[in-house]
């Protein structure tokens, strides 16, 4: 490769690479002239020592890189075009630390079609030898083929998200929280006068929803004084706070399976929260009451972000966490949210030969009422698409987006125009939905020695079992509620803390070795820990599993 003398519009770019022989180091300096994508490799005695990807970039784009680096919600787009079938349509391309989107409008300028990849190690970028093109693999969908002049830009944007996402001193959750709060507040009027609501506790849904049907936005940002009908008692914060709390009870407890929310299976110990069908509900509620219930989760945030802490007391499913912040549901989703699942266990674990039925790319769907379900086409001409090995995980992704999505999808909506009211849409982007779960419901009180004293352990050495919990030990509170929620799939443990959660705490060997991540089981709440060879080792699959949440999740 030669180097060129006139480099005034690039961005010369240095590798720097230590190559450790014995116990001497040595420095590589590679200077690249052109702007572009470079694979290097450092060889010795045709032996290959290193392999490094590169991106150069020019000064006018490295600048641009910059600006994209301060900016942490879906404001700068890059013109792309999606290749299909020789055919190339135009899109914009987004990134901020927690998703890359690709978004496509119609004429006049509202998107229609949207594709969202989480920036983490299984989201791949793959530089095609022909300029401008390039793929983003998830390895869940189908790869996703583009072509934009700005590619080396997008690249180099998103590995540094990516990159910054794993930096101990990179985006952590208080970042984004204070970044978060700062917008919000930046971006309402901020008239904090007194605005009363009278409320029937006994119909406290009902009668709020009356009470606050003219609110304006800047009458959603003002302080609530609230009276229950025919009590005594004097608002200073306790009132309204208990207001709050029973209205977030009465719609995402999930208690009615013909309420607003529920849960999967009525004996899910873990309780996550879902919207329900039109048909699950009976008619008893329409639509306006998740327009409603969006409302009062946006007023907690703004008031949170004011200083006056309320937080939102549900369990939501990470399906329906996901959506809010815009990303695309997978079948992992229903590892979760519905891990009881054995339709889609079976499938997933076994030979679709061996199954003994003939499926088809279809759902059955039953209406309450018969016993004879309806049948709904998960894609174009679903009832004469067989599902085969090769395409079964693509038919599981389209089963969870239909059950956790399309058959709520006029409830969620609904939702979003509700909390999109209060709140902007494009700061969640920022979050992933185990953040936005500390955001909305707030980081509860863990106690590691709690957490000790009813941990079940079983066949786990004696040296890593003393490893787990001397890194337990040394977690900040977000990363313990990070990993509880990482075994339970909520972070949020029973009043009684760990001694009343069932199924108990238990702590596994995975009979695997090395570098290989933990995981777990969310509906036994069983972690499943590796055997490695030192506590450094062990710190760093440990910590990486909690950082990247739902990646290390199997099926129970």
Request: charged share 25%; hydrophobic share 35%.
């Amino acid at each position: 490769m030669q180097d060129s003398d006139d480099t005034s519009s690039v961005n010369v770019t240095c590798i720097v690479s230590k190559l450790f022989n014995n116990e001497e180091g040595y420095e590589i300096l590679v200077k690249l002239a052109e702007p572009g994508y470079y694979h290097c490799s450092v060889k010795h005695m045709d032996k290959t020592l290193k392999t490094i990807n590169a991106i150069v970039l020019t000064d006018k784009d490295t600048k641009r890189m910059e600006k994209n680096r301060k900016v942490l919600v879906f404001q700068i787009g890059y013109h792309c075009k999606k290749i299909k079938d020789k055919k190339k349509k135009d899109a914009r391309c987004f990134i901020s630390p927690t998703m890359l989107q690709v978004r496509r409008y119609n004429f006049f300028g509202i998107t229609i079609k949207k594709y969202t990849f989480k920036v983490c190690r299984s989201t791949q970028f793959i530089m095609d030898s022909s300029p401008e093109i390039f793929t983003i693999d998830d390895g869940i969908i189908p790869p996703l083929k583009l072509t934009s002049p700005d590619r080396e830009l997008i690249a180099a944007v998103y590995h540094y998200f990516m990159e910054k996402k794993f930096d101990e001193c990179g985006f952590s959750f208080q970042d984004k929280r204070a970044y978060f709060q700062s917008k919000l507040t930046t971006n309402n009027n901020n008239d904090r006068s007194r605005i009363d609501i009278n409320v029937a506790r006994s119909q406290v849904v009902e009668s709020a929803m009356e009470a606050t049907k003219n609110f304006s936005k800047n009458d959603w940002g003002k302080n609530f004084f609230v009276k229950f009908d025919e009590e005594e008692g004097i608002d200073c914060n306790g009132v309204s706070r208990e207001f709050i709390n029973c209205l977030c009870d009465a719609i995402f407890s999930g208690r009615r399976p013909d309420g607003l929310f529920r849960a999967f299976k009525e004996d899910d110990m873990q309780s996550l929260v879902h919207p329900t069908t039109d048909k699950e509900r009976n008619g008893l509620y329409d639509l306006r009451y998740y327009h409603f219930a969006g409302l009062i989760v946006g007023k907690c945030l703004y008031e949170t972000a004011m200083g006056n802490t309320l937080l939102v007391r549900a369990k939501f499913t990470r399906s329906f966490l996901a959506q809010i912040i815009g990303l695309r549901l997978t079948w992992k989703y229903f590892e979760t949210d519905d891990p009881h699942n054995g339709k889609v266990r079976y499938i997933k674990e076994c030979s679709i030969s061996d199954l003994g039925m003939d499926l088809t790319f279809t759902e059955e769907e039953y209406d309450g009422s018969s016993k004879n379900p309806r049948l709904v086409e998960l894609v174009p001409n679903g009832t004469k698409k067989p599902v085969t090995e090769s395409n079964k995980m693509y038919y599981l992704n389209k089963l969870a987006q239909y059950r956790l999505c399309s058959r709520v999808s006029k409830e969620i909506d609904e939702f979003m125009k509700g909390l999109n009211f209060i709140v902007p849409a494009e700061l969640f982007g920022i979050f992933d939905e185990n953040e936005l779960e500390l955001l909305m419901c707030g980081l509860q009180e863990l106690s590691v020695q709690d957490l000790r004293s009813n941990a079940v352990v079983r066949g786990v050495s004696g040296q890593t079992i003393e490893w787990f919990w001397t890194s337990v030990n040394q977690l900040s509170q977000e990363e313990l509620a990070r990993l509880v929620q990482f075994v339970t799939g909520s972070s949020q443990v029973p009043i009684g803390g760990f001694a009343e959660l069932q199924p108990n705490f238990t702590i596994l060997c995975s009979g695997e070795s090395g570098n290989r991540l933990p995981y777990a089981h969310t509906c036994f709440n069983h972690l499943c820990l590796p055997e490695c060879e030192s506590y450094e080792q062990f710190n760093n699959v440990l910590m990486t599993a909690i950082r990247e949440g739902a990646e290390g999740l199997l099926m129970a």
